[in-house]
């Protein structure tokens, strides 16, 4: 190691890729499942860090998390990102506080199974994933695109009380500086939306943050052409001075062979749900994000150097339109207004860009794979409006010296030309190497029929099940107390015919851990089939469902709660496919089994009832006065519902969101769901839901996880589309475990 009065930058860059960067790149896969937060925390390469940053200049205003500086050495620049996670006053601010909360707890990354894809879900802090990302994604699409920035390697400094995270990287340039027609622009959009497919293909990328700040040029020589191929046989031909620059990948998810790298911070701001559905895949958001944007920018004049922003207005409106396939008699206004969290933001409701838009069959916005080969098609009329003369390489060579851009089915090699001096045919990702990218738009309805399963609602409570208000109900919900019943219910079931579904290929299948239903079924081998959310889990962690859970690859074993652990029972998959309702003690029987609990049905008999519920262990309620708010326990020696544990029961004497499977006489499989909360429904206590189980039959029953966890999902056979009953649960929501019985592809 130089002594710090000699570093040079480059002689650092090297020490920097030989001792930490390059095991990244060279074993991707193997380091993401195993690294350590403290390889990144080696004290020379900080100490060498902290050195070039006393040397560089300071670059623009301190942002939210951190600071910019450049530093030149033999006529290279790098700029030096310092991200401050517990800087002064962070306390005032909520996402700087969750992250310098998340340094101080001792940085965990969170390594997760996740059965269904087969991967790794590794829940690291974003101030990681950030150049982990970024260092990955450079290196992994460099052949395929010069959109990404390169960034040479970063240390962490715990040690260092405002928890600094130092990052060294490239040089570029606001995107602003060139942009000056709509050449340029057209050209800017296409350049980052290539990106966006590429880093797609090679690893389900979702950036989940491009705002305008993050986007930036890097300049290019003059004279240097680009060719990139389009997924239709066609050629784009692009002859700048700059290639547009995807930056910051704190917020991004990026999958790899094995593992699924994504931030363990969700972005939440206080009071409301979590915004980015969790950092599942979804191939629109980031070109959504990209589109209004710039649609922002151009209404307000914020390219200085373009005047001709009028035209702007009307190339942004035309590819904003063909983006959403919006037809020309539909206001493009009311759907930006719909899909948008905040009208004065940028952020789009990630769910509401594949849900279903006013009924109109037609909505389904782009992907970027889709959305190329319609900025092709616009560069494509443009050219045949111009009517040149001219044909093959001549033509080329006029229209990108004239516009520097051309669309044609040929690769030409115009180097030979004056004034370009050299070319670049970037490649194609082939099959082998491209992810599965397949996405299905979701839908809300609310009966079904297919195959062997039949699904239906009914909006009100059934007979034989109770609808007065029990002195153990102590979280009511206003139209409870209102009308003093539980009448106003919704209530779904699913019946399947799991004997008959056997000879059409359906089988039941356990799957774990931070799996969302609604992301289940974009698996392209599900034919068809339906799942509900099972266990109860570890949702302030690692996910793993409680109990004894174990499937033909996977097997863990978290202890059920001691307070409930007497009633809990499981659901097993025997040898023969059939699924089954056992006994706790009897879980080693099986090869496939999962925990939950309680049982509400033994043998046609009532476990769960009211007698039972009035047991304070069944029961919590929340503060009621300040001085409760932190308080376990209250004074009446009810539990407060605040504090409950992941497998604890004592919600169940009040009404909520309820999920059941239970097994009729003829060996059905019933899914029951009770929407609550007062969304629609008023929801149920644990009672209830026994008597309703029985009301349909149930031989036995069990209850799975309830609340916000309860739904089901479902795929028909030969649709491209996901479909789901509740209209007020359009999110996505990670599971500790599911129950799934779908028809697979053949292998």
Known sequence: MATPSLISVNRFVKILFEKSTNIIIQTTDEFLRYFPVNYFQNPELIRDFKLLLSKSRRLGEESGVGRIFEITDGGETFVIKESLYCPK??????????????????DLVFRLPNTHVHKTIVLAPNYLVEPLVGIILYNRTLKFTPSFMKIYGFQYDLADPQKVTLMITEKLRPINEYITNEFRFIYFIFQITYALNIAQRLGRFVHYDLHRDNIMARPKRTGKLNIYPLQNGKYIYTLFDFDAVIIDYGHTRY????????????????????????????????????????????????FPKWTNLALGMHIINILFRQFTNLPQDKNMQDLITHLLMDPNGWR?????????????????????????????????????????????????????????????????????????????????????????TTYYNYQFIDHERFDNIVIKTVDKMPDGVRTTIETFNHTIPESVRSTNNYNRQVIHLATINQLTGRSLGYEFNFDCCRIDLRNYFQHANIMSGIAVNASFFNITGNYMPVGYFKTHDFFSDEKPPSLHKEVYGIIAIKKNGLLVIDKYENRLQYDQVLTSGPILIANRNPVITVNVLRNPIWQCRNPINPAETRQLVFADGIKNCNFIQPGELSHGANPSPRTAIA?????????????????????????QLAQLCLRYGAVNAINLDGGFSSQFVWKNPGERIINQLNPTHDVAYPLGSIISYIKKKPV
Request: glycine fraction near 6%.
């Open 663 to 687: 097994i009729d006489a003829n060996q059905q499989v019933l899914i029951i769901y009770v929407e609550g909360r007062d969304q629609r429904g008023s929801g149920m206590d644990l009672a």
């Open 89 to 106: 006053g962070y306390e005032q601010k909520p996402l700087l506080s969750q992250l310098c909360t998340m340094a101080i707890s001792g």
């Open 255 to 302: 999958e790899t062979t094995n593992t699924i790298l994504a931030p363990r911070l969700i972005f939440r701001p206080p009071g409301s749900r979590e915004h980015l559905d969790y950092y599942f895949f979804n191939p629109y958001y980031d070109l959504f994000s990209l589109l209004y944007e710039n649609y922002k920018k151009i209404r307000d004049m914020q």
């Open 348 to 436: 789009p409701w990630p769910e509401r860009l594949a849900t279903e838009y006013m009924n109109m069959d037609w909505y389904r916005v782009s992907t970027p794979a889709e959305f190329l080969i319609k900025i092709g098609d616009y560069i494509q009329q443009f050219v045949e409006e111009q009517k040149s003369q001219l044909h093959g390489k001549e033509k080329a060579l006029a229209f990108v010296n004239k516009y520097g851009i051309y669309i044609t089915d040929q690769i030409y090699d115009l180097s030979v030309y004056p004034h370009i001096n050299s070319y670049t045919v970037y490649g194609d990702v082939m099959e082998k190497e491209s992810m599965d």
